[in-house]
């Protein structure tokens, strides 16, 4: 009997390559926005360094987009360690998380141009619409069963916490900006510890004793 083609449905590696390939493009334009502050000969190295340093929002949007790019990227990776077969609505749902992705060095743009209420707003809807994008597609390939067999139902949920705290912290970033942009700011700080607590051991000591009794 001859051998047959391997199904469409089957084959998730076409989409991670062309997803790793969208993120590293991002990443590296992000570090586009910082330039070399022109300095006329002569200029004494204290200016020079305030020079340097008046740039601080080019380096907070930079790291800012870099850490929440990476974080997204690590959460894809888990999306796909779990999905066995994909099918359509998988394709365009990556493709619509990548379309966000690639549009995050813009936003970052925009806050470094603009670090006010509009700025800090305008990224922190960036981020919040990308992550709800992975959010999406980690729900609809769960609804749609392409999940591989023997994940439990609530290894699925802590699985969708995990996806949905980071765009909803930005989400509230931006209610908090409208009164003050500082404190709009540091509401994105929230999202280390609660990430941290989210990929803890407890955490995942539950996850594994979810899939153990189901």
Same mark, same amino acid.
């Given at each position: 009997?001859?051998?047959?083609?391997?199904?469409?449905?089957?084959?998730?590696?076409?989409?991670?390559?062309? +997803? &790793?390939?969208?993120?590293?493009?991002? #990443?590296?334009?992000?570090?586009?926005? #910082?330039?070399?502050?022109?300095?006329?000969?002569?200029?004494?190295?204290?200016?020079?360094?305030?020079?340097? %340093?008046?740039?601080? &929002?080019? %380096?907070?949007?930079?790291?800012?987009?870099?850490?929440?790019?990476?974080?997204?990227?690590?959460?894809?990776?888990?999306?796909?360690?779990?999905?066995?077969?994909?099918?359509?609505?998988?394709?365009?749902?990556?493709?619509?998380?990548?379309? %966000?992705?690639?549009?995050?060095?813009?936003?970052? +743009?925009?806050?470094?141009?603009?670090?006010?209420?509009?700025?800090?707003?305008?990224?922190?809807?960036?981020? $919040?619409?990308?992550?709800? +994008?992975?959010?999406?597609?980690?729900?609809?390939?769960?609804?749609?069963?392409?999940?591989?067999?023997?994940?439990?139902?609530?290894?699925?949920?802590?699985?969708?916490?995990?996806?949905?705290?980071?765009?909803?912290?930005?989400?509230?970033?931006?209610?908090?900006?409208?009164? &003050?942009?500082?404190?709009?700011?540091?509401?994105?700080?929230?999202?280390?510890?609660?990430?941290?607590?989210?990929?803890?051991?407890?955490?995942?000591? $539950?996850?594994?004793?979810?899939?153990?009794?189901?």
């Amino acid at each position: 009997m001859p051998p047959t083609l391997r199904g469409e449905v089957e084959e998730t590696d076409r989409l991670l390559a062309l +997803s &790793d390939g969208v993120v590293a493009i991002a #990443i590296t334009l992000l570090v586009l926005d #910082i330039s070399v502050p022109e300095v006329p000969p002569g200029t004494p190295s204290a200016t020079v360094e305030t020079l340097v %340093f008046d740039q601080w &929002d080019d %380096f907070v949007g930079y790291v800012l987009g870099f850490l929440v790019i990476g974080l997204y990227w690590t959460l894809h990776r888990r999306v796909f360690t779990q999905i066995e077969a994909h099918d359509r609505g998988v394709v365009w749902l990556n493709l619509v998380f990548l379309l %966000f992705v690639a549009f995050v060095p813009f936003g970052t +743009s925009v806050f470094s141009a603009h670090p006010n209420r509009f700025g800090v707003s305008f990224v922190a809807g960036v981020l $919040a619409l990308t992550g709800l +994008s992975l959010a999406f597609l980690w729900l609809y390939a769960s609804r749609k069963r392409l999940l591989r067999a023997g994940l439990g139902s609530r290894a699925v949920r802590i699985q969708a916490t995990r996806f949905l705290v980071s765009p909803l912290v930005f989400a509230c970033s931006i209610g908090v900006a409208a009164f &003050d942009p500082v404190w709009g700011m540091a509401t994105w700080t929230l999202l280390v510890p609660i990430n941290a607590a989210l990929n803890s051991r407890l955490v995942e000591s $539950a996850e594994a004793a979810s899939r153990a009794a189901e």
